[in-house]
């Protein structure tokens, strides 16, 4: 089973910490997204994400072999409320998911058809793509839209934007370049830091005085030089470390 490659056919996948379900949650897969097996244990894979190098374990039946997709040419997602569907059969699809460009994949043998949510709208930017994950449910480790994480919030925008970013908030504080507080404008990313001095979180300025983050839920909240301001309790939530570019 060593470095054989799977593809993530389902809505989502959780990848955990060991072979156990009740193991933290690391990481997750999207559909479409692919990883390598690098062990075996039990009814469990471990493995490594192709598109982040992220470690971790799935149950052998949540992944499929990706050789029988190699020869397919793939495209992201970048609009909400997507599906793919066989007769009655549907799995939902997050931003950020992976579809082939001719709308159509075989899945144990039934057709399953990309059907867009939007219609005719156009999409317009990634400010607009963070909003359609507002009030999406806090889930550590989660990439999607059915739960995600701050990093995961930023790591998923990122991709549907054709750009590469790491999966940690601490990783993500590596990238880019470092704005001043007065330089700062609406897109740029703000870290934040704990008592130690560690990057723990990580939003995206919607404007000069608002943000977007994973915290509880996406939510939009105030920002100042000192960092987030609850917008209900007016309370000081996260301590500011940085700005930065994408």
């Known amino acids: 089973m060593f470095d054989v ?39 469990w894979l471990q493995i490594r994400t192709n598109h982040d190098g992220y470690a971790g374990f799935v149950p052998k039946n949540y992944v499929c072999l990706l050789e029988n997709y190699t020869h397919i040419q793939w495209k992201i997602v970048s609009e909400p409320f997507t599906y793919m569907i066989h007769n009655q059969m549907v799995i939902q699809l997050s931003p950020g998911s992976r579809i082939p ?20 709208k156009t999409i317009v930017n990634m400010l ?25 919030l930023v790591q998923v925008l990122a991709q549907m934007s054709n750009l590469k970013m790491p999966r940690d908030a601490f990783q993500q504080a590596l990238c880019g370049t470092r704005k001043t507080w007065s330089n700062r404008q609406a897109g740029d990313l703000c870290y934040f830091e704990n008592k130690s001095g560690k990057i723990t979180h990580v939003g995206i300025l919607i404007s000069t005085e ?12 105030f920002i100042t030089p000192e960092g987030i301001v609850n917008s209900q309790s007016n309370e000081l939530s996260h301590k500011l470390a940085d700005i930065r570019t994408w």
């Not at 009740?22 to 990883?35: N, Y």
């Not at 460009?101 to 005719?120: A, H, T």
């Not at 608002?210 to 909240?221: E, L, Q, S």
Request: include cysteine.
């Open 128 to 152: 607009e793509h963070a909003q359609w994950f507002l009030n999406t449910p806090y889930l550590w480790g989660g990439r999607s839209i059915f739960g995600i994480d701050c990093s995961g």
């Open 5 to 43: 490659q799977y593809i993530c056919l389902q809505s989502w996948v959780p990848i955990r910490a060991s072979n156990s379900s009740a193991s933290e949650m690391v990481t997750s897969l999207l559909f479409g997204e692919t990883c390598i097996a690098v062990g075996e244990l039990d009814d």
């Open 101 to 120: 460009q001719n709308n159509k994949i075989l899945i144990e043998g039934n057709e399953y058809v990309w059907k867009n949510g939007l219609g005719d």
């Open 210 to 221: 608002r943000i977007i983050h994973a915290y509880g839920k996406v939510r939009i909240d």
